[in-house]
C-alpha cells in the first residue's frame, strides 16, 4: 500500500498537500559533492550530522508554516540557522524554493535588537509553536525550545509602543480564552 501525506501529517490541509510534498521532494544535499549542504551545518554549528538532518526537516516544516499559517512567523535559533546558510546557495533559495515552488520571494527580515522587538517576535514565536503543534504535533524541544506559558504575551503586547492599529493586528494572534472560537 502507497503512504499518503495523512499517513504521516494528518493535519496538513488538502489545499496545502502539494506544497508540503514539493517541500518534503526539495533536495538541500546536491549528490556528489565534497561537502553537501547538511555536512556544511553540521561542521559550522558543531552538530553531529543526524542532528543537522533533523534542523533540516525541521526548516522545512518552518517553511510550510511560514506559507500556510496566515501570519508572520519566527523561526528556532537552530531553524534560523539552517535558513542562514540555505540563504547563501543562492540558486537552490531565490530559484528553487523561492521561485519554483513558493512562486514568490520570502526575505529573512531579522529583527532590530530593541527591546520591543525581541518582545514581539517572542510573542511571534509563541505564536508559530501553536501552529506548528496544530500541524505537526508538539515541537522536539532540542530544536524549538520548551514553551514559556507563564507569559502573558498580550499584555506584553499592550506595552509596545506602535500604533492601535498594529497592536490590534498582534492581538488577534493571541486571543484571549472567551476569543476563542469553540
Not at 506559507?67 to 540558486?91: C, F, M, N, Q, R
Not at 514568490?104 to 530593541?114: A, C, L, Q, V
Not at 508559530?128 to 506559558?149: C, M, Q
Not at 507569559?151 to 490590534?168: D, F, M, Q, T, V
Request: net charge negative; glycine share 4%; aromatic share 12%.
Amino acid at each position: 500500500m502507497m503512504e499518503t501525506i495523512e499517513d504521516h501529517y494528518p493535519r496538513i490541509k488538502t489545499e496545502h498537500e502539494r506544497l508540503w510534498q514539493r517541500l518534503v521532494d526539495f533536495q538541500f544535499d546536491v549528490p556528489a559533492v565534497p561537502e553537501p549542504f547538511s555536512r556544511r551545518l553540521a561542521k559550522k554549528m558543531d552538530w553531529d550530522h543526524a542532528f543537522a538532518l533533523r534542523v533540516i526537516d525541521e526548516y522545512r516544516k518552518f517553511l510550510y508554516l511560514l506559507k500556510t499559517a496566515g501570519h508572520t512567523v519566527t523561526p528556532s535559533k537552530s531553524v534560523d540557522e539552517v535558513w542562514h546558510l540555505h540563504l547563501i546557495y543562492t540558486h537552490s533559495y531565490w530559484e528553487v524554493l523561492c521561485a519554483d515552488i513558493f512562486q514568490e520571494p520570502i526575505h529573512h527580515n531579522p529583527g532590530d535588537g530593541s527591546i520591543e522587538d525581541i518582545e514581539k517576535y517572542a510573542a511571534i514565536y509563541e505564536r508559530t509553536l501553536d501552529n506548528y503543534s496544530e500541524v505537526f504535533g508538539a515541537p522536539p524541544a532540542d530544536i524549538w525550545g520548551k514553551r514559556n506559558h507563564s507569559i502573558n504575551w498580550r499584555n506584553i503586547l499592550a506595552r509596545l509602543p506602535i500604533g492601535r492599529k498594529s497592536r490590534s493586528k498582534l492581538m488577534d494572534l493571541f486571543p484571549q480564552p472567551s476569543d476563542e472560537a469553540t
